[in-house]
């Protein structure tokens, strides 16, 4: 089941768009990552999609509702990239307070619960004009959730945040995953989405220039294979025919007694350099695999 479709969905300004025919599904139980520059338009695409702002054309649909259509907002959570308070309210009624206009009022308890979540349980009855950046974040997440949502968008989750805040809120998105949730989360932590998100989009000025899983934009981008390997002693009266095979069937190989480099152009090759060793009665003793990274990924998009 799809629970975000959109069909050359634009954004303009004027004469400038920003969001540019952009058209793509997110299936239900995903955990997908929206990267891009600054100015790429991610929050552009998000504010459209949340209801936020109005298309200049194409179309979408969140949970079967085709919008804008004020059904889809009870169904979806949102943190966008900006969340404001009232300083003088805690945390526990934020929540109430947001939950009794979504339609769906919830207990004292409940707003707890979610706030332990968050890891805001100590400063639930706080008023928030003594809350850091972080906690302010950690609270737009919680009113993002409070109500239960299917859909839940977040807009840079865990920046700002401390390295512990960062795991809790990782791990609370994983466990909305696990509990059916889908959610559609924009981060400049490259780590993060590799690490949490099932498929990923690239945006580049207004467009999606490549979409998938961390495995299928590596193989898309990936010209060589570096493979690092470490073995037992190669006969001396084998070495200078096994650099040359292997200078044959890689690039930039680089030895020692015991390592070697090699870059490669398939996985296929990987098996016929351990075969080579093999039949040598060299014995590989440890094999690593460099893939690139999303950073890497990124950057090339």
């Known amino acids: 089941m799809n629970v975000i479709e959109t069909q ?6 004027g004469a400038s768009p920003v969001v540019k025919g952009i058209t793509v599904t997110v299936k239900k139980g995903e955990v997908f990552g929206f990267l891009g520059k600054n100015g790429a338009g991610k929050s552009t695409f998000i504010n459209t999609l949340t209801g936020i702002i109005h298309p200049t054309s194409g179309s979408y649909s969140l949970l079967g509702e085709k ?22 309210l805690t945390p526990v009624k934020h929540l109430r307070m947001l939950s009794a206009l979504s339609g769906k009022p919830v207990s004292k308890s409940q707003c707890i619960d979610v ?10 009855h706080k008023k928030t004009s003594k809350f850091s ?11 993002a959730i409070i109500h239960d949502p299917e859909l839940i968008f977040l807009d840079e989750p865990t920046s700002g945040l401390d390295a512990e805040s960062v795991i809790v809120i990782q791990k609370l998105i994983q466990q909305l995953q696990s509990n059916g949730k889908t959610v559609f989360m924009t981060s400049h932590n490259l780590d993060e989405v590799e690490k949490i998100c099932t498929r990923m989009a690239i945006m580049k000025e207004g467009q999606i220039v490549k979409i998938g899983t961390i495995d299928e934009l590596r193989s898309f981008y990936r010209s060589t294979i570096t493979v690092k390997v470490k073995h037992s002693t190669i006969p001396m009266n084998e070495k200078v025919n096994l650099y040359h095979w292997l200078g044959s069937n890689g690039t930039d190989l680089e030895a020692t007694e015991t390592h070697f480099v090699l870059n490669v152009n398939s996985e296929n090759k990987i098996a016929e350099v351990i075969r080579a060793l093999n039949q040598l009665k060299v014995d590989v003793l440890r094999v690593e695999v460099e893939e690139p990274s999303l950073e890497e990924i990124f950057l090339e998009a």
């Open 67 to 88: 919008g804008p259509n004020d059904k889809i907002k009870q169904k979806i959570g949102v943190m966008p990239d900006y969340v404001t308070f009232y300083s003088s």
């Open 8 to 13: 050359q969905l634009t954004k303009s300004y």
């Open 115 to 124: 706030l332990n979540k968050v890891g805001l349980e100590k400063h639930a």
């Open 133 to 143: 950046f972080g906690m302010k974040k950690k609270l737009g997440i919680a009113m």
